[in-house]
C-alpha cells in the first residue's frame, strides 16, 4: 500500500506542491495585499474611501480565512459574502456610483473585515509552539491590520461628523487619516495632526492602548513557545515489561 502524499510535499513529477497560501507563503501574501491596500489608501486626499482598497481588503479577508485554516464550511460562507460584497462594488464603481450614503457604506464594511482579519491571524497563531518566519509574519501583518482598522474607524467618525477630523477642513483626508493612525498605534504622536472632538479623542487613546496591548500580549502568545522549545530536555522510553 503506498504512503499518503504529506500535505505541502513536493511532487515526483515536479509539478507545484499544494500548500502555497499555506504557512509563512500564505501570510508574504496576505502582506502584499497589505501594502498594496496602504497605498491605495494613501493616495486619497478626500474623506471617501477607495473601493479599489476596498476590493483589496476583501481579497486579503479570503486569503486571512485560508491561511489560517479556518473550518471549511466558514470559510465557504465567508468567501460567498465576500464575493458578493466585491461583486457590488465592481458594479457600483463602473456604473460610477458615488454619494455620501455610499462612502460610509465602504467605511463601515472595510472596518469590519479588517476587525476579522487580526482577530483571526491571532486565534490561529495562539494555537502554534515555536519562533519561525511564519510566526513573525503573522505578527507584522496582525499589527498592520490593526493600524488599517482603526484608520477606517477614524474615517467613520469624520463621514457621519459635521466637524472635520482634524479641526481644519483641507487636514481631513483618508491619507491623513491613514497616517494619523499608524502614528497613534506606534506611540510615535508627532504633533502635526490633533484630532478634533471627544469621539476622535477617545478612538486615538483606544488604538494608543490597543498598540501597547498588541505588543505585550498577542506577539508574546504568538511568540510564546521559542524558550519552551530550547529548553525542551528529550526524555529516554520506558523499557517495557517482558511477560513471565
Known amino acids: 500500500m503506498s504512503t499518503p502524499r504529506p500535505r505541502g510535499s513536493a511532487l515526483v513529477d515536479g509539478s507545484r506542491p499544494d500548500g502555497v497560501l499555506d504557512g509563512a507563503s500564505g501570510y508574504a501574501i496576505v502582506f502584499v495585499l497589505l501594502v498594496v491596500s496602504y497605498a491605495l489608501c494613501a493616495m486619497q486626499r478626500g474623506t471617501n474611501p477607495s473601493p479599489w482598497a476596498f476590493l483589496v481588503i476583501l481579497a486579503t479577508v479570503a486569503v486571512v480565512f485560508h491561511v489560517a485554516g479556518t473550518r471549511p464550511l466558514a470559510q465557504r460562507i465567508a468567501w460567498a ?6 461583486l457590488a462594488t465592481i458594479v457600483a464603481t463602473l456604473l460610477g456610483a458615488s454619494g455620501h450614503v455610499l462612502d460610509i457604506v465602504f467605511s ?22 515555536g519562533l519561525n518566519l511564519e510566526a513573525l509574519l503573522a505578527a507584522v501583518t496582525a499589527y498592520v491590520l490593526v493600524g488599517l482598522f482603526f484608520t477606517f474607524v477614524f474615517n467613520l467618525i469624520s463621514l457621519v461628523s459635521s ?7 483641507e487636514d481631513d483626508s483618508l491619507a491623513n487619516q491613514l497616517f494619523f493612525s499608524f502614528t497613534t498605534l506606534t506611540t510615535t504622536g508627532y504633533g502635526n495632526l490633533i484630532p478634533a472632538g471627544a469621539g476622535p479623542q477617545a478612538a486615538a487613546v483606544a488604538e494608543a492602548i490597543t498598540g501597547q496591548l498588541f505588543l505585550i500580549t498577542a506577539v508574546a502568545r504568538i511568540m510564546r513557545g521559542t524558550g519552551s522549545a530550547r529548553g525542551a530536555v528529550p526524555t529516554a522510553p520506558t523499557p517495557s515489561k517482558e511477560s513471565s
Open 81 to 86: 459574502i465576500l464575493s458578493a460584497a466585491a
Open 108 to 129: 463601515t464594511a472595510s472596518m469590519v473585515a479588517l476587525l476579522i482579519a487580526p482577530a483571526t491571524i491571532i486565534a490561529h497563531q495562539v494555537k502554534r509552539r
Open 163 to 169: 466637524t472635520p477630523m482634524f479641526g481644519a477642513p
